[in-house]
């Protein structure tokens, strides 16, 4: 059971707009940032969004994110097959004094 | 340009030990956290331990604590996982990861390595 509370799957068709959502509490995701990763079949996870809503150089403007008390979502809008991955959300647990991820939501585009 | 190898997986009989190393390139290793994070096969991402740029802070999952040895050789650009009394929940492919800024308690992991596997089975 992770401490980030993702659901399991999500799919939509391309051009579509989908939402992940990332529950969590005020330890983690209430206090510190949020971060999104995205990880590919066989690859390394690759960082998405950073601090709730930050994109890194080369992530397109088609994936936002945004934090809320002490719950999060990923939005991904203009969905394409090349989306279809694996999704995490990540944040520093101050109770824990470590870091947690959800458990994975698996993005399936139609 | 910017990489992190790990190197040191293998398969390990349960009790057994294993030590990982992480060689970075292209970055100023010495201004980073670093972090390992591992995948269980077919399971999510779990976090297991970080330690500062300078080794003075060093984090550890409930998992590993007290099992597991985060440490950096900041002179060889070198990260290690000493990995002790090992069980087969711990068989996963182990990624280092470098922090995306200078403080250990974030969880922005901008630059991964490839990844190497442990197997701890009889």
């Known amino acids: 059971q992770s401490v980030l509370t993702q659901p399991p799957s999500a799919s939509g068709t391309p051009g579509q707009r989908v939402t992940i959502s990332c529950s969590g509490r005020t330890s983690n995701i209430g206090s510190n940032y949020v971060y999104w990763y995205q990880q590919l079949p066989g690859t390394a996870p690759k960082l998405l969004i950073s601090?709730?809503?930050q994109r890194p150089s080369g992530v397109p403007d088609r994936f936002s994110g945004s934090k809320s008390g002490s719950s999060a979502s990923l939005a991904i809008s203009g969905l394409r097959s090349e989306d279809e991955a694996d999704y995490y959300c990540a944040a520093w647990d101050d109770r824990l004094s470590g870091g947690v991820f959800g458990g994975g939501t698996k993005l399936t585009v139609i | 340009q910017v990489q992190l190898v790990e190197s040191g997986g293998g398969v390990v009989q349960p009790g057994g030990s294993l030590r990982l190393s992480c060689a970075a390139s292209?970055?100023?290793?010495?201004?980073?956290?670093i972090h390992w994070v591992r995948q269980a096969p077919g399971k999510g991402l779990e976090w297991v331990a970080v330690i500062s740029y300078d080794a003075n802070d060093k984090y550890y999952a409930d998992s590993v604590k007290g099992r597991f040895t985060i440490s950096r050789d900041n002179s060889k650009n070198t990260l290690y996982l000493q990995m002790n009394s090992l069980r087969a929940e711990d068989t996963a492919v182990y990624y280092c990861?470098?922090?995306?800024?200078?403080?250990?308690?974030?969880?922005?992991?901008?630059?991964w390595g490839q990844g190497t596997t442990v197997t701890v089975s009889s």
């Open positions: 990861a470098k922090a995306e800024r200078v403080a250990a308690r974030v969880l922005g992991l901008d630059v």
């Open positions: 601090k709730n809503n």
């Open positions: 292209g970055f100023t290793f010495s201004s980073y956290g």
